[in-house]
Every structure is written in structure tokens, then in C-alpha cells.
């Protein structure tokens, strides 16, 4: 909010300089982002007094004059203005002058005479909006005085926080700067002359929808002449950020500043009769079809939803948002109704969303408004339209809730304040801190409870006697509740930066495990092995789950890692329809990373991502889990002189899986054929299980899910695996195994079996069929070809035998090596190849 100081001057007195000001409202909580000379602009422009105003002898429409600027000769000037004669003062921009807008002024020849400057208007110099003639400055200024230091002005630049509506306006702040400075604000005295006829006999108003607008004033001031603003109005409007328009619509604008409440003015000429002869305002919703073309001539089809105020023949405004170009205040005006009125925050700010208008009211209008304004802002706006455009003031107002609410009664305890904020201010100190901002104190009654958290789930507790005082809380400030917000208004007033630093002397706790230990150790060992980790949005395209079909991942034996295959979440104001769905798994993002490496040129991407899917329960109700995400495609590694780029596989995929498994101290994985289809390929995709630990799929993609993604690579491998521990876990402690003092036996095992034996089954044959001295089974090889026969293989395996205390003998191994041979001829029918 931009602070003119010169109007704040008006509501409270202080001595600070600017620079000054701005910190002290910065260590109050208002934080000052930027502090602006106004008038910096009008570089070298100067009081001047017309001595004399002749004819151009060479130009009809220009005049040529004289101008005193101080002391030496005056300045000869040549202007086309018509409203000048000598002796006004007139703002002048000398040779080397610069004007709002980098406009620079030079000595130059009109016509054939030589032009020392240029005599200015309020539009040029941006003082106000009339740029049909030179602004004539009133007839005692000096002349030769600088503008800037005639109607310059600092103008504070400040932040104010969304649970300070209070505070979006001059009086507001007014009222901090008098906390700040030990001062007195001035609340404006309105003095309406009422003389008119009752407002009962020309206006009426109905309110459908109380919830929606609990309160609604309206006042009516006939005869008004429109025309522009007294030139100072004009002055302080452009310096505050708003363009001045006429008397009328300033009027409204200029108690928004000054006692932030926004107010509408329509011309009563367009607003609907009864049959009495009275304007009749109806606040109520919108109805089907309705459309309304807003201030800014944009016709709008309005929703259900949106709050209207309309007459008997349809839509005049959007309440709290905009006005109607129908009903607005124009040159042909004569009499105007205003609206001054409370609206529902929650609707005003839907509603300004839903039509991408955010304007200075409806930001005023969400942050809540105080009851006790509404009757305010109608009478000071009426009484500044009575002043500046004339007319003449119905008597009387129409308001539907004229009953105004006590200030509400917080209730706190001193020294619990004073222990919240590690200082010893005590009941009296924290009463007077409290005054400075219009809070009472009094004792509270015995047996009074101290609310300490509101809103949708409120607690409170028990005061002992004599422990609690109650806070007398003005109607402005809405945004104090809790007896935590007292606290915070203490510290806010008496300094944070008074507030002592004291080293905690509570015991330091234990060490605590690192949530995140597992996770943090899973992306390090994927980092180490080549791949890069990204973050996708959470959010999707609708969709991309259809267009994927890849399975939810139920995971039902990992721990903590459940998963639920049901409908997806989806949001309910999406910033686009790209971005409306939470995700189901990681790997259609994964999908849309590698196609734009593809567009940038890179496709040879290794990439992972550990994320959350969601989806809703049968209740209703959003559940999510944790998943590793994993994508492969183009090489692995570039190519070089001395060997080809070689294409990710299967393998390479699985290899990964069994790394993780390996760094996470996890049982190593079984892998079982994944024959569902699609989004896989046929036989070329695997289920990994290392019970209670791990649980995922690992395959290639088919060739369908590429063209749909428009990728250019042949073959991509993806992979997503359920890990207990993903969302919260430790690594196990690492425990050593003494090296064995005996060497270990090896021995080399073909085994040809049928083709359709899996090489896990077998394994897990050998593995149940081998003893306690069987350290190693790892496949080293798989052969098919002569002289096997068609549709058999043989799977090499190297299989280490040991004794932990001796060397064991070749005829031990040899005995071992035998059961497992007879072990996998009776389970699979294999013979050992020679």
C-alpha cells in the first residue's frame, strides 16, 4: 500500500523523518519495501507569475508570454493554452528541465520566436488528470519555488499482512504510527447536512442472502454536479497509486484510502423503481444466463455463486468486486445511491478469482471487513460528494443490520504472556503496551476460561483465580482471538528487538535417528551408479494415468508401503488443466522428462525419482504412499575409439534393483515373469520380491507407450519398487563377519534344462537343496545352441563352498555339488552338461 506522508499527517502527529518512520513500522510488523520522493520528476520546474499574455503574431492558436521566474529578466514563452492571463502563478519548466516521463524540456523556436521553457498542465507534470490547460497555482505562492518542495511528498511503500485489513488504509496506520510514537490518531469528524427527503421515500434495499452480506448501508445524494476533484484530492489520489476520475467516483475511492472501506456509487437514473417511485437495491445471487459488462467494459456470464447487486431488471454489480458499466457514474449524472456494505470474505475472494478481477476492494473485501465501517464509509462518502459536487443529502440511511456488536473480550494471563515471550513485563507494563493500540484491560470474572486455539477446533482452559485479565478488543481488530495474539501484540509494541537473548538451559536431547537415513542412502548409491535424480510435479494431466496404463504397484507384504488402486484425487481450482490430478506412480513423469531431454537433443538419459502416488481410499478420503521410480534409455556410457555404445537392457535394469537391494542390507530379490501386458513388453518384464522388504515391477515399455509419448529411442526400461522404510526409515547397523581363516572351494555347475524353466526357480532349488556351507550361487551364463536340442539351455552357475573352521576336502565338495545336482533333476528335470 502506497503511504502519502502529507495525508497521514492529517490523522496522527510525528516528528520522524521518513527513513526513520519506515523502520519503526518495519519493527512493528509493517515491513516498509520502498520509500519514493513524489515530485522527484519534476526536475528544474519552478513557480512562475504571468506578466504578460499577448497573441503569437504568427499563430492563431498560440500565445506568446512574459514570466517572472525570480530575480533577473523574465522569460519570454510560447503557449497554446487558453485558460492563462497575467498575473497567475503557473508552474514552469525552465531549458534543462526533465517531466514524468523522462520528457525533456528545451529552449526552442515556435514559429519563429525563441520559446525559454514551457508553461505546464497537471496532467503533464502528473499532479492531476486535467490536461486541457495549465494548472494555475493558487495566487500567494512564491514565486521561483521549487515544485518539488511546493507539492512533493515522501510516500511509504507498505507491506501489510493478510491478517491486518485493519491496516490497509491511512487511519489504520495512523493508528500504529500512534503506538510507535507515543501519539494521538485523529479519527476524520463527519458532518453530513442532511437535506433532503427521507430516505425511506427514495430508496429501499433487500438483502436475500444475509450469510453473504450481513450488512448493507445506502445513502442517496441528489443534484450533484459531476466534474473533476478539487486539484488537492486530484494531488494526494495520484500520489496514493489511484487515478483520479470525477468528484463523484474520488469520493468513494478516497475513503477506501483513508478508512479502508470500500463503497460503489451508481447513478440512481439507472437503478429501478417500484411502484412508489423508489430505487430498490436487491443483494442476491446470480440466476442462470445472467451477464453483466463490468466497469471494464467486458461483458461477463456470471455463475450461480457469484453475489450480485441488482435491481427488479437484473445485474448492476458484482458485489465487492466491480461495478456495472450500466449503472455508472457519468457526466449526465445527477443523482447517486451509495453502497456501503459487509460482504463474505470467502465469496468476495472466490468470486474476484473466478473472474480474474482482483481489484483494490475486493482485496480489502477477503481480508474481512468491520461492521461498525459500513455506516462510517456511507456517511463520509456522502458528505465528501455533498462538498465537492454539491447536491443534497437524503435524511437518514438504509441499513439492514444497524445494530452494532459490543468489542469483543479476549482473555489472557500475564504471566503466562510473559513466560511465552522470556520477559518480565508484568500485568501493569503489559496494560499500558496494550492501551497504546485502543486494548482495555480489566480483571476477569472468577472461573473464566482463556481461549487458546480457534477456528474449526477450539481449546481453552481454566484460569486460577486472580491469574487471568481480560482485553477489551476494538471492533477494527479482528484478527485477535487467542491470548497468543495478546502476546504478540506486547512483544510487537514493546520491541522484539528489547526482548533479552537468553541460551537455553534445558538438557540437549539425544541423538536422534535420521528419518530419512534409507532414502538419503538409496539416492547416493543410484547417484554412484550413473544415475540422475529429478522432482516432477505431483500434479498431472488427467490423462496420463489412461494413457500410460501402468498397474498401481499394491505392495501388499512392504511395510508401511500399501498402496490402494482407486479413483484419483483431483484438485479442485487447478492452476491448469496440465496440472489437476495427483499421480498415481512415478513413471508417466519419468515418460515426460525423457521426452524433453528427446526435444533438447539428449537421448541417452539414466534418470530416477523417489515420489508419492495417490489415490482415494473406499471412504472417500486421500491416501499416498512412497515409490523409486526408474527410467533407462539410449546407452549406457558414451562411446570411444576403443568400444561401441552399448543399448540399456533388461539387465541393466535388474542389475540396479539388486544394487539397491545390496546397499539397503535387503534380502536379494526374486524375480518372477510379469505377464499382465501392457504398458510392457512381452517378455521383457520381470516382478521383483524380496519379501517384507521390497516389492516392484522392472520391464521394457512397449512400443505403443512410446509413439503415444512421441519418443524417438527404440527402447526404454522403467521400473517403480515399493521399499519398506521409503517414507521413514534407517539403514540396519552394519554387522561384520570375520573372514573365514579356510580357503573357500568353487565349483562351475551347467545345468540344461527345459527352456521354460526360470533361472530364479532353479536357483531357489539349488539354494533350498544346498546346506549351511553353500556361500555363493551366482549365474554366470546361459547357452542355447548345438548341441543342446531345440528348446533347452544351459545355466552356468559358480557356486563357493566353506567351513568356518577348516579347509573343506574335495570329496565334501564333490558331495555337496552332487545334491544339488540331484536336487534339480527332480524338481526340473535338468542334467548336468558335459
Known sequence: MRVPLGWLRDYVHFDLAPDALAE??????????????????????????????????????????????????????????RNIAPGQR???????????????????????????????????????????????????????????????????????????????????????????????????????????????????????????????????VDGVRVAPSPEH??????????????????????????????????????????????????????????????????????????????????????????????????????????????????????????????????????KGQESRLARIGADRVAELIVAWSGGRAASGRVDTDPDESAPARVGYRPARVDRLLGTDLGPEAQAALLARVGI???????????????????????????????????????????EADLAEEVVRLAGYETVVGKTPDTAMPHVRPNPLELRDALRAALAGAGLTEVVTPA????????????????????????????????????????????RSGLVGSLLDVLALNERHGRGDVAIFEVGKGYAKAPDGAPAEWWRLGLLLAGSSGAPAWNRPARPYDLDDAKGIVELLARVLSRSEPVWSPYTDGAPLHPGRAARATAPGSLAGIVGELH??????????????????????????????????????????????????????????????????????RLRELALFDIYRGAPLAPGEKSLAWRVVFAADERVLADDEVDAEVARLISAAVAAHGARLRS
Request: charged residues 20%.
Open 703 to 772: 512400443p505403443s507407450v512410446l509413439a503415444t509419448w512421441d519418443l524417438r529411442t527404440e527402447r526404454v526400461l522403467v521400473a517403480e519398487l515399493a521399499i519398506r522404510g521409503l517414507s521413514a526409515g534407517q539403514l540396519p547397523p552394519v554387522r561384520v563377519t570375520p573372514v573365514g581363516r579356510a580357503q573357500p572351494a568353487e565349483r562351475d555347475l551347467a545345468l540344461v534344462v527345459a527352456e521354460g524353466v526360470p533361472a530364479a526357480d532353479l536357483a531357489a532349488t539349488l539354494r533350498s537343496a544346498a546346506g549351511e
Open 233 to 366: 484530492v486530484q494531488r494526494r489520489l495520484l500520489a496514493a497509486g489511484m487515478r483520479p476520475v470525477s468528484n463523484v467516483v474520488d469520493a468513494t475511492n478516497f475513503v477506501m484510502l483513508e478508512l479502508g472501506k470500500p463503497t460503489h456509487a451508481f447513478d440512481a437514473a439507472c437503478v429501478a423503481r417500484d411502484a412508489s417511485g423508489r430505487a430498490v437495491l436487491v443483494v442476491r445471487t446470480a440466476r442462470d444466463g445472467e451477464r453483466l459488462e463490468t466497469l471494464d467494459h467486458v461483458a461477463r456470464t456470471l455463475t450461480p455463486d457469484t453475489l450480485l447487486i441488482a435491481d427488479a431488471d437484473g445485474p448492476l454489480a458484482i458485489a465487492g468486486v466491480m461495478g456495472g458499466a450500466a449503472s455508472e457514474v457519468g457526466a449526465a449524472t445527477q443523482d447517486v445511491i451509495i453502497e456501503s456494505a459487509v460482504f463474505d470474505p470467502v465469496s468476495i475472494r472466490r468470486t474476484a478469482f473466478r473472474y480474474a478481477l482482483r481489484s483494490e476492494a475486493s482485496l480489502r473485501f477477503e
Open 440 to 482: 482495555g484491560t480489566e480483571p476477569s470474572m472468577p472461573g473464566s476460561e482463556i481461549v487458546i486455539a480457534a477456528g474449526s477446533m477450539p481449546l481453552s482452559v481454566h484460569a486460577a483465580p486472580g491469574e487471568a485479565r481480560d482485553a477489551v478488543v476494538p471492533s477494527w481488530r479482528r484478527d485477535i482471538l487467542v
Open 90 to 220: 503557473v508552474p514552469v519548466a525552465l531549458p534543462g528541465a526533465l517531466l514524468p516521463g523522462n520528457r525533456a524540456i528545451e529552449r526552442t523556436e515556435k514559429m519563429g520566436i525563441v520559446s525559454n521553457g514551457m508553461l505546464c498542465s497537471g496532467d503533464e507534470l502528473r499532479l492531476s488528470v486535467d490536461g486541457e490547460g495549465i494548472l494555475i497555482l493558487p495566487a500567494d505562492t512564491i514565486v521561483g519555488t521549487a515544485l518539488t518542495d511546493l507539492y512533493g511528498d515522501w510516500v511509504l511503500d507498505v507491506d501489510v499482512k493478510p491478517n491486518r485489513g485493519d491496516a490497509l488504509c491511512l487511519v489504520g496506520l495512523a493508528r500504529e504510527v500512534a503506538a510507535a510514537t507515543g501519539g494521538v490518531a485523529r479519527f476524520p469528524v463527519v458532518a453530513l447536512r442532511e437535506d433532503g427527503p427521507p430516505i425511506g421515500d427514495v430508496l429501499g434495499v433487500t438483502v436475500e442472502d444475509p450469510e453473504l452480506c450481513p450488512r448493507f448501508v445506502a445513502r442517496r
Open 539 to 582: 500434479l498431472v494431466a488427467p490423462g496420463q494415468a489412461a494413457a500410460l496404463g501402468w498397474p498401481v504397484l499394491a505392495a501388499d507384504g512392504v511395510a508401511g508401503e500399501i498402496a490402494i488402486d482407486g479413483p484419483a484425487v483431483t484438485v479442485t481450482n487447478p492452476l491448469s488443466e496440465r496440472h489437476s490430478v495427483l
Open 24 to 81: 519503526r513500522l518495519t519493527l512493528l510488523g509493517f515491513e516498509v519495501k520502498g520509500l519514493e520522493r513524489w515530485g522527484a520528476e519534476w526536475r528544474n520546474v519552478v513557480v512562475g507569475e504571468l506578466l504578460t499574455v499577448e497573441k503569437h503574431p504568427r499563430a492563431d492558436r498560440l500565445s506568446l508570454t512574459t514570466v517572472r521566474v525570480g530575480p533577473g529578466e523574465p522569460l519570454q514563452i510560447v503557449c497554446g493554452a
